[in-house]
């Protein structure tokens, strides 16, 4: 499968940002995440949905800012961010693994074998 991300900018703290990842197959046969990296940081994990969209895991510092959904008509998986802040600056990669029937969501960079290009998010005053 292939992935296009898309939709980062520069925003100012506080704000909020949609990305969006557009999947070439069926994205309902892939479990989808979206990482972070920046250049002082490893890649890190941010959420993660479920190829049914009935599960989903947030990264701990993310929970209750960030909304990860699928659109499935569209193909394609979002990542809402709200109250963006300063240290949410990175390039944000999403990352696609063939679901599984448990429903268990992985959030290491090595289990997810399928990456799109980044795409920049600043947050900045």
């Known amino acids: 499968v292939q992935l296009q991300a898309s939709g980062g900018g520069w925003v100012k703290p506080g704000d909020s940002l949609r990305l969006s990842c557009a999947a070439s197959?069926?994205?309902?046969?892939?479990?989808m995440a979206w990482f972070r990296q920046t250049p002082e940081k490893d890649r890190e994990f941010v959420a993660a949905i479920s190829g049914n969209g009935l599960h989903t895991f947030y990264r701990d510092s993310e929970k209750g800012r960030f909304f990860i959904f699928r659109h499935e008509t569209e193909n394609t998986v979002g990542l809402q961010m709200a109250n963006l802040k300063p240290d949410d600056t990175a390039a944000y990669y999403c990352a696609a693994r063939l679901t599984t029937s448990s429903g268990f969501l992985y959030s290491e960079r090595d289990d997810y074998p399928y990456w799109g290009q980044g795409t920049q998010v600043t947050v900045s005053s």
């Open positions: 197959r069926i994205s309902s046969l892939y479990d």
